[in-house]
């Protein structure tokens, strides 16, 4: 994330000859522009990324039924993140006489806090004490954050529009809706932060333009009260009209309907339908192995080692590794020493990145042996570069 201020002026971004423009975020070993990037990122929308696969149940089960079955036989009761998985749940279902079919969406009253931008919020910098319940936006003081009235004016900062920029500090005082769109309409959206690295970097952004003041950032609290049964992070909805039509919280659990195309219906989770199952295609192996032994294990019972092609890719290995018994995770990631660079051993160039500080993007040391790399189980699970003989926990892609 940069953080310069460039107030109100933007700086056109890097081009080639050809007028290509360049992600800063990506440092193709190419040196050429995201071509390469986005043609990977396509093949990830209609591929790789389809995290799981589905299985239909043409067994009449209630919905606490159907979810042990799919616990004890599969992952879980169907999650589904996009419309993408929802046309490969619809794919599943091979009885085209069904009337109604189970998913995994339950009625829990579930608040959760959410990024303007739409992200989840993977990760938080609270302060003691902190949300304390009552209020539902978010502020930063002194780098922690705090729930305080949407209402309450406070001077912002909004993520630019322009890669090069980063960060534009907004010295009105407005709540936070007006802030937002403020932002929204002059640059991008109310400020995310999405890891230690970024909180640290706009607590200097802060300190550097002398900003003394409560900034609002763009984290609000969402009252959300369905939740997936795996507990993902999934807020995609596909709700039929009018629904969920709750009745008096009677129907508290969620069905598909063919004669609506598939939208979503609130029912009785006493009610018995068929339903779909998921099964994970990130599989989260709990041996503790050197990176050799862990590639030999996926290769030899699924596919390869995970490859991280992109942010969602990104996200859903990181709600994979919050099950790990190690502080890391080996992914697919390796480091030859011959040419200098990461590659991914799927054969793909590592575009999309997503480091630690101090990690995989300077010299490797080559002489106490090869380099590999994992992701953090903790703290906000970006990628390290560990030596081969290290022991770890990894995750192995499933593609059949």
Same mark, same amino acid.
């Given at each position: ?5 460039? /107030? ?14 360049? =992600? ?14 986005? /043609? ?10 389809? +995290? ?53 969406? +339950? ?7 959410? $990024? ?5 919020? *993977? ?39 322009? /890669? ?11 709540? $936070? ?7 929204? +309409? ?32 763009? *984290? ?6 369905? +939740? ?35 939208? $979503? =219906? ?51 290995? /990181? ?21 200098? *660079? ?59």
């Amino acid at each position: 994330m940069a953080t310069q201020n460039l /107030m109100e002026s933007d700086s056109p971004s890097s081009s080639d000859d050809a007028g290509h423009k360049y =992600h800063p975020a990506c440092e193709c070993a190419t040196g050429k522009d995201c071509r390469l990037r986005d /043609m990977l990122d396509t093949l990830c929308s209609v591929s790789e990324c389809v +995290q799981r696969q589905y299985h239909f149940i043409n067994v009449l089960k209630t919905w606490t039924e159907a979810q042990r079955f799919c616990r004890e036989n599969y992952t879980d009761l169907a999650t589904v993140d996009n419309m993408n998985d929802m046309n490969e749940l619809k794919k599943s279902v091979k009885d085209g006489g069904v009337q109604y079919i189970w998913i995994g969406l +339950q009625r829990k009253d579930v608040d959760k806090w959410q $990024w303007s931008s739409g992200e989840p919020a *993977l990760y938080l910098n609270w302060g003691s004490g902190q949300p304390d319940g009552r209020d539902e936006c978010a502020m930063m003081r002194s780098g922690k954050w705090e729930d305080w009235p949407c209402s309450n004016n406070l001077t912002f900062i909004c993520n630019s529009s322009n /890669m090069n920029t980063g960060l534009i500090f907004v010295n009105q005082t407005k709540n $936070w809706r007006d802030a937002q769109s403020y932002c929204r +309409q002059n640059h991008t959206d109310l400020v995310s932060v999405r890891n230690q690295n970024e909180n640290q970097q706009i607590q200097k952004f802060i300190n550097d333009n002398h900003i003394s003041n409560d900034v609002w950032i763009g *984290l609000f609290r969402v009252r959300d009260p369905w +939740q997936w049964s795996d507990q993902s992070n999934s807020s995609f909805r596909d709700w039929n009209t009018d629904e969920p039509n709750i009745i008096g919280k009677l129907k508290n659990c969620t069905v598909i309907g063919p004669n609506t195309l598939g939208k $979503w =219906h609130a029912d009785s989770c006493n009610s018995q339908y068929p339903f779909v199952c998921h099964e994970d295609k990130l599989i989260l192996i709990n041996e503790t192995l050197t990176w050799p032994e862990a590639l030999r294990h996926c290769r030899q019972n699924y596919t390869d080692l995970v490859s991280v092609h992109s942010e969602e890719m990104q996200r859903r290995v /990181m709600n994979v590794v919050k099950r790990a018994s190690t502080e890391a995770v080996w992914l697919g990631l390796r480091h030859s020493c011959t040419v200098g *660079l990461w590659f991914w051993v799927s054969g793909e160039t590592v575009c999309y990145q997503n480091w630690a500080p101090g990690n995989g993007t300077g010299d490797e040391d080559c002489e106490s042996g090869v380099r590999s790399g994992a992701v953090q189980s903790g703290e906000d699970q970006r990628w390290i570069s560990r030596p081969e003989h290290h022991k770890l926990n990894f995750i192995c892609r499933n593609d059949e």
